[in-house]
């Protein structure tokens, strides 16, 4: 899969409705072969599993939810996904951005899907606990509190039983390496399951 900069939206051909999976480095496959990443993965078991859905990869790595927060119309214009699968706030997280600021992008989002009667699957995430207790604890609320008061799916961190695991990392220890991305995958499927509706066989 592709990660599309800002300005290549391209449309989805006709056919298979889309899942819009929207993110940042974390999905756009950073630092391994692209058909590794959990977003092709997804994409492989989607087929095995039955479900005729198309996935369109629009992550882009270093986004933040400010970033996408401005690109998202555009991309749900251009592909019309019935799922969008949000996984953004991590690069916000990192450089001590503020927590008001991750909120309202992720919950200006998340209001955006709803008007569009998209369905959202929302990846949370957490910071490491070098940020201080108030801030890491105030980061990991955002997306539970988000999840909650917009209704939507939540997985409330992508990056469970991967991110603690040096053996399934990047020697940056910031990104799963391609042994940590079916995991990454299991923590998603879940969730998103329930999205997916009946099977075609």
Known sequence: MLALPAGAAQAAPAGDPVILVYGDSLSAGYGIAVDQGWVNLLSQRLRRSGYGFQVVNASVSGE????GRARLPRALAAHDPRIVI??????????????????ANLDAMLAL????????LLLGMRMPPNYGERYTQGYAAIFADLAHRR?????????AG??????????????????GQPILLDNVWPALQPLLG???H
């Open 64 to 67: 933040t939810t400010t970033g």
């Open 86 to 103: 949000i996984e953004l706030g991590a690069n916000d997280g990192l450089r001590g951005l503020p927590l008001e600021t991750t909120r």
């Open 113 to 120: 899907a709803a008007r569009q009667h998209r369905r959202v």
């Open 151 to 159: 209704h939507v799916a939540l997985v409330p961190f992508l990056l």
């Open 162 to 179: 991967v991110a603690d695991r040096p053996a399934l990392m990047q020697p940056d220890a910031l990104h799963p390496n391609e042994h």
């Open 198 to 200: 009946a099977r075609q």
